[in-house]
């Protein structure tokens, strides 16, 4: 409750583009997950990375809007449920630069409220031939797309029961307990965890 994390530089800088990415599986990767199975380990997912729950606020001061933050209030993500009538195969065979694509991912954005707008948005789409889609939308105020992959990745564990051994990361500066954010030279003293020095 409370937690606030401010977003570096390079997240604000990106905070109007989104990442969209529509994962793929056929009938036999997901027959023995059923959707409530698929949203039990949401719950738990989400709890580990709780900050993709959060809602974009402002500080506020003398009037003046101040620096976006996540406020880490659990409200959520928006999961939608859809039904195809095509087949895994026909879904490939339109090639990657059909429009037809976007019905498989969330076309939302962050807005006009922000403390109602969700920073995730994830679509479960069930295949006719009993394969699935999972269409992410990530903004990209949250992290990086590596931060994204990760995110997605560590569904899996849970979807086993098994929680993560490492801690949850979206290059986040670490969370304060504080109602208001962090100053903004404590996100620029660390550099970007998708590189490393040679």
Known sequence: EDLIYE??????????HYLRVVYLF??????VLTMPRFKEAIFSWLCY????????????????????????NDSGIRLWEAK??????????????????????????????LAFSPLVFLQ????????????LSWAHILGDPFSAVEFMNSWSQFLKGL???????????????SHRPTTPSSALGSGPLSLKQV
């Open 7 to 16: 977003p570096s530089n390079m997240d604000l800088a990106m905070k109007l």
């Open 26 to 31: 056929e009938g036999e990767a997901v027959e």
């Open 49 to 72: 990375y709780y900050e993709s729950c959060g809602r974009l606020r402002r500080e506020e001061t003398d009037g003046c809007h101040g620096r976006p933050y996540i406020k880490c």
């Open 84 to 113: 195809s009538s095509k087949t895994l195969q026909e879904w490939l065979q339109l090639g990657d630069d059909s429009v037809q694509h976007r019905l498989l991912v969330p076309d939302h954005v962050i807005g006009p409220e």
């Open 124 to 135: 479960m789409t069930a295949l006719k031939c009993g394969g699935l889609a999972v269409g």
């Open 163 to 177: 929680e993560p051994t490492y801690p949850a990361n979206l290059n986040k500066s670490p969370p304060t307990n």
